[in-house]
């Protein structure tokens, strides 16, 4: 069995080069005393590499960055890559720690102090050694035209100690997941090949990024302006805001104890009044809202309009990473989380269309998006988690019946059938809407362990219903005899032991989490199991898109992973578009039944000009997708 640890150093990174040109590469393999390098100007390195890849297990410190400089200079390597990441022999040092700090609950630190995931981070961590990262890694381009035999010995050895240690690591690692097998009862590393997969799909997605059009951010960036001038205004006349364009913060302190109550109103760790956004949104007061608004606006000039300019000239390109449930995380920028487009409540009763950060989002000339999301993901998921540890579960036979579940959980509440339940939501009943949008906050928000007090806020703040806490907890109780499953989840969750101690363990995965609070163990099973099926379909996805010739989105590019969506850019040539978003949608749909296997899931697809939450399927009449284009901003 061979196992070698490999790392590049290359140009530097720069928008439209995440994949840069590659100086040298060093490696090590198990059982030698010393690292190797070689210039990625000598012929040899083509056999090197070679032999890197065929090894039974290939260890990298944030290994796709290096996969993909591999893939970038030497593109008669990709089968290669993607055969390797196939096989399970890739796997990521990063990736390793975040998985086993998970499984023991001390995920980014414990006990006041902080883990980092850098080499840097790892090695001070495990050996209280501190790597140089200072004096060369930025000067290698400089160092490109000489041999390796003339380079300063510094130079030499920085690259070496860079292979070394990740191959320290790896043996550490080793050695801390068998001390935790036997705490856990199971391998706290068994999900490692397929996260480091899953890496490498989110890397070549993120190397060749979002672009945005000029246009479009020229008006929203007017539309911003104009929104924030308004508020501003209305908040200095009010006196909430002064003048300068300061805040008078004891003056909305004020107001929000006036509006919310002295038995409401909540308070900051300091013991004053809360005047934060959420506080603000919460108090459903028109001024307090806009004082809430203005923080948003003036960062959406400062920061999203800044970075939507830069995407006019050169991609976008965002860094992907794990979060403690499996899920992913998005930044720098956040393309997970942008504003999306909603409407404000006016005092005069009229709405107002606010600004959308992602309709900026426009595919590359020639080109359009091909989209599909996943519908009603958690809710699959968490029907799925309930077949996996109870045997049995009403939501799964609604899933399966091709039912609604906020449909059925409506009709329940209302005391009516589902079908007639059906008919009001297609007649656009106003009263079954209400009731619906009141499922959506129970179908959601109960799962989650929310209790009575804090689904009131989450009622109001995500989805604008109104309920007192004797209503939710009347509303738990027929939400229970409804999906009765729902309670042996919640004995479960409840019987897992608290704190430090506690370990859930992921189905299908077998992924655990450590130290978790009541309502985080009741969401990671599901939310879990969700970022499961999302990064595999992914990965299958990239499998397509840089291997097989026959498929329609061979060529295409991901540009986005949101969740439980993925949007492709397309040629936008005859049958193409329509193509890769219907086989984008089966394979999502394919991938997913590998952890969702008892629960019928289905994946819409679209194709769009530009992005948007808004997007339709629309099919002409020989069943081909056409092009959605809502030019509204």
Not at 91 to 113: E, M, Y
Not at 247 to 270: H, N, S, Y
Not at 303 to 321: A, F
Not at 538 to 549: C, D
Request: hydrophobic share 40%; net charge neutral; aromatic share 10%.
């Amino acid at each position: 069995m061979s196992t070698v640890a490999f790392d590049f150093e290359t140009w530097l990174i720069a928008p439209g080069r995440t994949a840069p040109k590659a100086v040298c590469l060093t490696w090590q393999f198990e059982g030698e005393d010393k690292a190797s390098i070689i210039h990625a100007r000598d012929p040899a390195i083509i056999d090197v590499l070679k032999t890197i890849i065929a090894a039974d297990t290939i260890i990298g410190q944030n290994v796709a960055f290096d996969m993909g400089v591999i893939c970038a200079n030497w593109p008669e390597l990709l089968p290669l890559v993607f055969k390797a990441y196939e096989e399970s022999r890739v796997t990521d040092t990063k990736i390793r720690q975040q998985l086993l700090d998970i499984s023991q609950g001390c995920f980014r630190g414990k006990g006041g102090v902080k883990y980092g995931y850098s080499l840097e981070d790892m090695a001070r961590r495990h050996f209280k050694k501190q790597l140089d990262k200072d004096t060369w890694r930025l000067h290698y381009r400089e160092l490109y035209p000489l041999d390796v035999k003339d380079w300063p010995q510094a130079a030499i050895d920085y690259p070496l100690a860079d292979a070394t240690t990740t191959m320290d690591i790896f043996k550490v690692q080793e050695f801390d997941c068998n001390q935790f097998t036997g705490q856990l009862g199971g391998n706290p590393l068994e999900d490692q090949y397929r996260q480091t997969r899953a890496a490498w799909a989110l890397h070549l997605s993120s190397a060749w990024g979002l672009r945005t059009d000029a246009k479009k951010v020229d008006e929203l960036e007017a539309a911003v302006k104009n929104e924030l001038s308004e508020i501003e205004q209305e908040l200095i006349d009010a006196g909430l805001v002064r003048p300068d364009g300061s805040r008078d913060t004891k003056l909305a302190q004020a107001r929000m104890l006036e509006v919310v109550g002295p038995d409401k109103v909540k308070k900051t760790d300091g013991g004053a009044i809360s005047v934060d956004a959420d506080s603000c949104k919460a108090s459903e007061d028109h001024l307090l809202e806009a004082y809430a608004e203005l923080t948003t606006l003036k960062t959406m000039l400062s920061k999203d309009v800044e970075v939507l300019r830069k995407g006019t000239v050169s991609p976008i390109h965002t860094r992907y990473d794990m979060a403690t449930s499996g899920r992913t995380t998005s930044s720098n920028p956040n393309v997970q989380n942008f504003r999306r487009t909603s409407e404000k409540k006016m005092p005069d009763g009229t709405t107002r269309k606010l600004p959308d950060v992602r309709s900026c989002f426009v595919p590359r000339t020639g080109f359009v998006f091909a989209q599909a999301d996943y519908g009603g993901l958690e809710l699959v998921t968490l029907a799925q988690v309930c077949l996996d540890l109870f045997g049995h579960s009403e939501m799964a036979k609604y899933l399966n019946e091709g039912k609604d579940i906020h449909t059925a959980t409506a009709a329940n509440l209302m005391s009516i059938t589902y079908e007639e339940g059906a008919r009001l939501k297609k007649a656009k009943d106003k009263t079954f809407d209400s009731f619906r949008q009141t499922a959506k906050v129970l179908s959601f928000g109960f799962p989650g362990g929310l209790g009575p007090a804090r689904l009131v806020y989450f009622a109001r703040k995500s989805y604008g219903v109104t309920m007192t806490e004797i209503e939710a907890k009347a509303l738990k109780r027929t939400w229970l005899r409804q999906w009765p499953e729902m309670n042996d989840y919640f004995r479960h969750v409840d019987s897992l032991e608290k704190g430090e101690k506690s370990a859930l363990k992921h189905v299908r995965s077998n992924r655990y989490l450590g130290g978790a609070s009541y309502t985080a163990r009741c969401n990671s099973y599901f939310q879990g199991l969700g970022a499961d099926v999302a990064k595999h379909a992914m990965w299958a996805t990239a499998r397509l898109q840089y291997g097989n010739e026959l498929s329609w989105l061979r060529n295409t590019r991901t540009v986005l992973f949101c969740h439980d969506e993925i949007v492709v850019e397309v040629k936008n040539v005859d049958d193409a578009a329509s193509g890769a978003a219907k086989e984008l949608s089966a394979i999502m749909v394919a991938a997913a039944k590998v952890f969702v296997p008892d629960v019928r899931i289905e994946a819409e697809p679209a194709l769009m000009a530009y992005y948007s939450k808004n997007a339709q399927s629309i099919y002409d009449s020989d069943g081909n997708l056409e092009v959605w284009n809502d030019c509204a901003l």
